[in-house]
């Protein structure tokens, strides 16, 4: 089978200069490899006619597809549609629909239409207009002698919404693309390597059809299985048989798929065993609790937290011993402890959980290092604990402190 | 005076395939854009010959320099070296300072040093070697009729300090650019258009060789000054005359300078008047207290603080009166009221803070849609409270609260 080819076109002075990120040619290129089509180059150009055409001509002469982002705005700078249109040899018309819908989308959100955002509704002859529900700017589909040039605006959720719904069903199906099915399994708590190890002979015996990346991030790494093939029911049943297999090997590191985050799984654990948690936080300073209630519905089974951050309030709140400051001192075993029974205790929760460490940079001993972290589950029957030795980076042990925490929670309750 | 020009050149499949995000090209943009150098194109390939080749052509043909992140790896999917050779016809060689520095960086860190690795050593002759005292792979140094090539590794904190150590000093002296001088000037509390009109005479009356740029975020504008000049010491003095006339206008809204954030802002103004802070946060969920203790040093000022997610909490443990949640609801200026002024007696602080609000996307009703939230700065004397009509987004109303909440207790202290 021949590999299609594409180049992804971003154009605006904004990106050149460097006053915005363009995050947009990650995510088309992504998607874009899960069609199985090859991106072979990215450009950004500034706003200038020669630039701009230049770059349609250079790119038509390498890729089977050109995907072209940003300078839609309905301002003498905004260049891109009048250059498609001589590109194209075309004239640039009024769109009806496009117009009702602009003139709506303002009239809506109680702003005045004027006749500069009319301009948005124009659009050249020769393309095939794709509806841009989000906002103004449409996009717009061209084919020359079997080549594809496809407009799109470049704010990111329009882009991404254009792409869902219309540019990527109509690319396979003008590509005739195989049928690819992701699925992506999040583990946390196991470093890419150890994993790999632990998962190789399930990897090597991976039919042809189905491939795996490895992809790691701050204290999880996640495995994504993309399938190829011609039916997305059979693809989808061949990947969860695997998945099958896997979980023997993996499975207690395995906390979701796809869009799942871990204080999503936390939460829907509790939720499924009818649990309430409360939390006492010292080294994560209360990014766990910040955490958990990003979650929409969390308040089903969050009680509440404190952050003692100094050890009278261990004392006083939570009820931790001073006897076990005293000989233990705050990072220790002892303390996260009596922090996770006292955390359940005072907010009247069925779990608690605790962390308490030295994140650095000061603080630091030769019997306790930068880096040094406890943490504890407790559920009124038994307290398990961990100690953690992290990094010199308090940044970053604030967030694998903050992970362990949810994954020790996790663990217990999976039990 | 004549633009200088600048092309991006980034090398890599895993940037094409969306595998990662190249955050490199618009940090080197900003970069460039501070010493007046246009930076005209971007461009991204793989890791093929003919690409990599293509692209040097193309691109030394439009600009005067030709700035290339990547493909510097030991391996021989790693192009970037060799092509260079190729380019300036020049043979590849042992360097035998970077194989020092190489073989060193391997051993300290108590890695072996293999055949392999000797390789990151090699460099073309035609090239000025630049080292790279965070990684393995050099930057190399190319001139050639008057324009520049200068290859960079990928890694982002290897580039970062090799472009500020070595390269932009280098490509400053090299097209003898202007002295250029950058303050950013924070602000929280006041939305763009509002600080643009407040701002206006001020702006108006910049002298020609100071100009200004607003970089909104959220809840948050910067305002960049750049001035340009041959001395550095009399921009400086300039922009600081220019911040003396400023302060009359919108000093209430400014917090601190270039990369301050608010949160250090907050902790450095609590230091200051040797006050100590608790929280008592229920829609913020316990993000105010995380940014505070993200903080080095933030124990000195910080004594901990509660998140009552539910309402029993807030009557427990911070003396909310039962009454005030029958009558005015949790989400209420009352409730926040005896939130915060509870912390502030719970911990044993200078200084109470809260918030309670509806995130969202559920709670909400016609009295108090989503997005309606209390805060409250008490101080024993005083309490000082804010209602914020926010968003429908759960986690862009968390956000705001946090930075609302941390802006109260700033301007409530420099009072």
Redo the contacts between chains.
């Keep these: 089978m021949k590999q299609i080819l594409a180049e992804i076109l971003t154009i605006g002075d904004e990106?050149?200069?460097?006053?915005?990120?363009?995050?947009n040619?990650?995510?088309?290129?992504?998607?874009?490899?899960q069609l199985g089509i090859?991106?072979?180059?990215?450009?950004?150009?500034?706003d200038t006619e020669e630039?701009i055409l230049g770059a349609f001509a250079?790119a038509e002469a390498r890729a089977d597809m050109v995907l072209i982002t940003g300078g839609l705005g309905p301002t003498n700078d905004d260049l891109t549609m009048p250059m498609l249109a001589q590109y194209f040899d075309s004239e640039i018309v009024m769109n009806e629909s496009v117009l009702t819908h602009v003139k709506h989308f303002f009239e809506s959100r109680g702003r005045t239409f004027t006749e500069l955002n009319k301009r948005q509704a124009l659009a050249p002859k020769a393309a095939e207009v794709l509806h841009n529900e989000l906002g103004t700017a449409p996009g717009t589909w061209y084919e020359k002698n079997g080549k594809v040039f496809v407009s799109m605006p470049g704010v990111p959720h329009e882009m991404k919404n254009l792409m869902k719904t219309l540019v990527l069903p109509k690319l396979a199906s003008f590509f005739q693309t195989p049928v690819i099915y992701h699925k992506l399994i999040k583990t946390v708590g196991i470093g890419e390597s150890f994993l790999a190890d632990k998962i190789k002979d399930w990897e090597e015996s991976l039919p042809e059809h189905i491939s795996l990346a490895y992809?790691p991030s701050v204290g999880q790494v996640k495995l994504r299985l993309t399938a190829i093939g011609d039916n997305r029911e059979h693809l989808k049943k061949d990947v969860q048989e695997l998945i099958d297999e896997l979980m023997p090997l993996a499975g207690s590191y395995i906390y979701g798929y796809d869009n799942t985050t871990l204080e999503e799984a936390v939460g829907q654990l509790l939720k499924a065993k009818g649990k309430t948690i409360a939390?006492a936080?010292s080294c994560?300073?209360?990014?766990?609790?910040?955490k958990?209630?990003?979650i929409?519905?969390?308040?089903e089974y969050?009680?509440?937290?404190?952050?003692?951050?100094?050890n009278?309030?261990k004392v006083n709140?939570l009820g931790v011993k001073p006897a076990t400051l005293e000989v233990h001192g705050a990072v220790s075993e002892a303390c996260v402890k009596e922090m996770a029974e006292g955390a359940r205790k005072?907010?009247?929760a069925d779990i608690g959980a605790s962390s308490s460490g030295i994140?650095?940079?000061?603080g630091g001993s030769e019997e306790k290092p930068v880096g040094t972290v406890w943490i504890a589950f407790a559920d009124g029957k038994e307290t398990i604990t961990k100690k953690l030795q992290l990094t010199q980076n308090?940044?970053l042990n604030?967030e694998l402190t903050q992970i362990s925490v949810l994954n020790l929670v996790r663990k217990s309750l999976s039990r």
């Design positions: 990106i050149l200069y460097g006053q915005i990120t363009d995050t040619s990650q995510w088309i290129s992504s998607e874009l490899d090859k991106v072979v180059r990215k450009t950004t150009v500034g630039a250079e992809l939390l936080e994560s300073g209360g990014y766990v609790q910040h958990i209630t990003t929409a519905g969390s308040s969050f009680q509440g937290g404190v952050v003692p951050y100094h009278n309030h709140l005072l907010f009247n994140a650095g940079p000061g308090r940044l604030i």
